[in-house]
C-alpha cells in the first residue's frame, strides 16, 4: 500500500506539470503506439518472474541458460532488419500483425520442454518483440516530429508499469504454488484484446526537407551504444535479479519476484519524470545524471548484504537507467529526416535491443565462473561508459 500511495502520488504531481505538457496529455497524443509498449511489458515482465522455475524446468547451469536466451537475439535482429518493409507493405495493419504474432509466441517459452525447444521459442519471441518494438518506435518517433515534443519516455514509461504489474503478479502465482502458464495464456489474451485499437499507418515522409538525407552513420553508431549499454543494464535485472535475490540473499519466490517488479516500478517513475522534465533540461544532461545513479544502484545491488538493499539497488538502477535508453532512440529519430526515421530506428534498435540478450548470456558466464555479485559489478563499470559517449554526441549536437 505504502509503494502504491507513493507512486500514485509521484504520478499526480508529474500529470499536472506545465499544462497541457504533462505525462497524460504525452500518452494520449501517442495512445496507440502505447499500447505496443504495454503488450511487450506484459510478456517481459511475466517472463523475468518466472526465470527461476523456467530454469529449474530445463535442468541447466547458469552459462548454458545465459545462451539459450541469447537465442532470442537471433530472432530480434532478423525481425529489425525486416521490421522497416514490414511496416511500409502492411502499412496500417503492420501493428496488428505484430500484435496477434506477440499474442501467439507468449506461452511457448514456458511450454518449451527440452533446452532446445526453449531456444526456438525464444528466437521466435524475439522476431516477435522485435518487430513490435520498431514499429511502436517508429509511430512515437513520427508523432514526436508531428507534434514537435518529446513523448518516448511517456511510452516507455508504459512499458515499465507493465512490466512491473505482470511481475507482481507472477510472483503471487508462483508464491501461491501454481502453473505459471496460466499468467502467460492471460497475457496472450490481453494482448489480442487491443487488436481494435492498434491500427495505425506509417508517415509517408513528404515532410523532408529538399537535399540528400542525412549522413548518420557515427552519430547512429554512437546513439546505438547508448541504447545497447542501457538495455544491457536494464536486462540484468530483468532475467537475473529474482535469481539473485533467491540463492544470494536466500529470498522466497514471493520476495525474488519483487526484484523485477522493483525495477519496473522506479523505470516508470523514472520515465514519467522524464517526460516532466524533457523540456526543462537538455537530454544529455539528463542522462549525465541518470548514469551516476544507475551506477551507484548497481553497485549497491551487487553488495547488498540483505534484500531489502538489493531492493534499493535495484531501484536506484531502475530510476536512473529508465531515462538513457528511451533519449538515446529519440535522439536517432531527431537526426534523421522524416523518410529515414524507420530504417534508423531499426538499426539503432538492432545495436541496442541486443544487450537484452547479450547481457544475460555474459552474465550467465560470469556467473558462474564468479558469483551474481561479481557480475553486478562488472555492469557498474559498464554503466560508467556511458559518459564518453554522452560527450560524443554532445559535441555533434
Given at each position: 500500500m505504502c509503494i502504491a500511495r507513493a507512486l500514485g502520488l509521484a504520478l499526480t504531481d508529474l500529470v499536472v506539470h506545465r499544462g497541457d505538457m504533462n505525462v497524460l496529455s504525452a500518452i494520449s497524443l501517442s495512445r496507440v503506439p502505447v499500447l505496443g509498449f504495454v503488450a511487450i511489458g506484459l510478456f517481459w515482465g511475466a517472463f523475468a518472474a518466472a526465470v527461476p522455475?523456467?530454469?529449474?524446468?530445463?535442468?541447466?547451469?547458469?552459462?548454458?541458460?545465459?545462451?539459450?536466451?541469447?537465442?532470442?537475439?537471433?530472432?530480434?535482429?532478423?525481425?529489425?532488419?525486416?521490421?522497416?518493409?514490414?511496416?511500409?507493405?502492411?502499412?496500417?495493419?503492420g501493428l496488428r500483425l505484430a500484435f496477434v504474432m506477440l499474442a501467439c509466441f507468449a506461452p511457448l517459452p514456458v511450454l518449451a520442454p527440452t533446452p532446445l525447444l526453449f531456444a526456438c521459442a525464444m528466437a521466435g519471441m524475439g522476431i516477435c518483440s522485435g518487430l513490435l518494438d520498431v514499429l511502436v518506435n517508429t509511430r512515437v518517433s513520427e508523432l514526436e516530429g508531428r507534434h514537435k515534443r518529446p513523448l518516448m519516455n511517456a511510452n516507455h514509461g508504459m512499458f515499465s508499469v507493465a512490466y512491473a504489474v505482470l511481475a507482481f503478479f507472477m510472483g503471487q502465482?508462483?508464491?501461491?504454488?501454481?502453473?505459471?502458464?496460466?499468467?502467460?495464456?492471460t497475457v496472450s489474451m490481453v494482448i489480442l484484446l487491443a487488436l481494435p485499437f492498434v491500427a495505425m499507418a506509417p508517415d509517408s515522409g513528404e515532410e523532408d526537407e529538399a537535399g540528400p538525407p542525412a549522413a548518420l552513420g557515427g552519430i547512429l553508431l554512437v546513439c546505438g551504444a547508448i541504447v545497447l549499454i542501457a538495455f544491457m543494464t536494464e536486462?540484468?535485472?530483468?532475467?537475473?535479479?529474482?535469481?539473485?535475490?533467491?540463492?544470494?540473499?536466500?529470498?522466497?519466490?514471493?520476495?525474488?519476484?519483487?526484484?523485477?517488479?522493483?525495477?519496473?516500478?522506479?523505470?516508470?517513475?523514472?520515465?514519467?519524470?522524464?517526460?516532466?522534465?524533457?523540456?526543462?533540461?537538455?537530454?544529455?544532461?539528463?542522462?549525465?545524471?541518470?548514469?551516476?545513479?544507475?551506477?551507484?544502484?548497481?553497485?549497491?545491488?551487487?553488495?547488498?548484504?540483505?534484500?531489502?538493499?538489493?531492493?534499493?539497488?535495484f531501484g536506484l538502477l531502475g530510476?536512473?537507467?529508465?531515462?538513457?535508453?528511451?533519449?538515446?532512440?529519440?535522439?536517432?529519430?531527431?537526426?534523421?529526416r522524416p523518410s529515414q526515421r524507420?530504417?534508423?530506428?531499426?538499426?539503432?534498435?538492432?545495436?541496442?535491443?541486443?544487450?537484452?540478450?547479450?547481457?544475460?548470456?555474459?552474465?550467465?558466464?560470469?556467473?558462474?565462473?564468479?558469483?551474481?555479485?561479481?557480475?553486478?559489478?562488472?555492469?557498474?563499470?559498464?554503466?560508467?561508459?556511458?559518459l564518453p559517449l554522452i560527450w560524443a554526441v554532445s559535441r555533434r549536437a
Open positions: 522455475d523456467i530454469k529449474a524446468n530445463l535442468g541447466v547451469n547458469d552459462r548454458t541458460f545465459g545462451l539459450l536466451i541469447l537465442m532470442n537475439a537471433a530472432g530480434l535482429v532478423t525481425a529489425m532488419v525486416l521490421a522497416p518493409r514490414i511496416d511500409r507493405a502492411m502499412g496500417r495493419n502465482v508462483r508464491g501461491a504454488g501454481a502453473d505459471p502458464l496460466y499468467a502467460f495464456v536486462a540484468t535485472v530483468e532475467t537475473w535479479s529474482a535469481l539473485h535475490i533467491e540463492r544470494t540473499l536466500g529470498g522466497n519466490p514471493v520476495e525474488g519476484a519483487f526484484g523485477p517488479m522493483m525495477l519496473g516500478l522506479t523505470m516508470a517513475i523514472g520515465r514519467f519524470g522524464g517526460q516532466a522534465v524533457s523540456d526543462r533540461f537538455s537530454d544529455l544532461w539528463v542522462v549525465f545524471w541518470a548514469t551516476l545513479l544507475a551506477a551507484t544502484g548497481c553497485a549497491l545491488a551487487a553488495l547488498a548484504p540483505t534484500a531489502f538493499w538489493a531492493y534499493v539497488g530510476l536512473g537507467i529508465s531515462v538513457i535508453g528511451p533519449i538515446g532512440l529519440g535522439l536517432v529519430g531527431k537526426f534523421a524507420s530504417d534508423a530506428i531499426a538499426k539503432a534498435s538492432i545495436i541496442g535491443f541486443s544487450g537484452f540478450f547479450v547481457a544475460p548470456a555474459l552474465m550467465g558466464a560470469v556467473s558462474e565462473a564468479y558469483d551474481l555479485r561479481v557480475a553486478y559489478l562488472c555492469f557498474t563499470g559498464l554503466v560508467l561508459l556511458l
